[in-house]
């Protein structure tokens, strides 16, 4: 079964910047989409961005030119580097594996930005 644990949630300033990753473990053959979501009580899980197979990338019009979508095969990782941090990004942040048929979810990290 393929399982996501992700790391580098944390307390940061605005302004500020967290490199948040999600590794990955058991056999990855294909997928639809790789991404990070995330949920702030009484709001719906939001898309924060994703990327395809091929590259092709996708992010939410409020962390455009801020946050950026990366992958390492080699060590079964992907990433989502957060820079220039605002307190509306606190939230809980949940890694996702979409393989079209189904989909698979971390555990979710939380980022606090505030002063």
């Known amino acids: 079964q393929v399982q996501l644990v992700e790391s580098g949630g944390g307390l940061v300033q605005p302004g500020g910047s967290l490199r948040l990753s999600c590794a990955v473990s058991?056999?990855?053959?294909?997928?639809?989409?790789m991404g990070w979501y995330r949920r702030v009580p009484g709001k719906q899980r939001e898309l924060v961005a994703d990327?395809?197979?091929?590259?092709?990338?996708n992010y939410a019009d409020s962390v455009k030119d801020r946050f950026a979508i990366s992958m390492d095969s080699a060590k079964n990782t992907h990433y989502l580097q957060m820079d220039s941090l605002k307190p509306e990004d606190t939230a809980v942040y949940y890694c996702?594996?979409?393989?079209?048929?189904?989909?698979?979810w971390g555990q979710g990290t939380q980022v606090t930005v505030s002063s």
């Open positions: 996702n594996i979409d393989f079209g048929r189904s989909q698979v």
């Open positions: 058991g056999s990855l053959f294909s997928f639809y989409t």
């Open positions: 990327t395809t197979r091929t590259g092709i990338t």
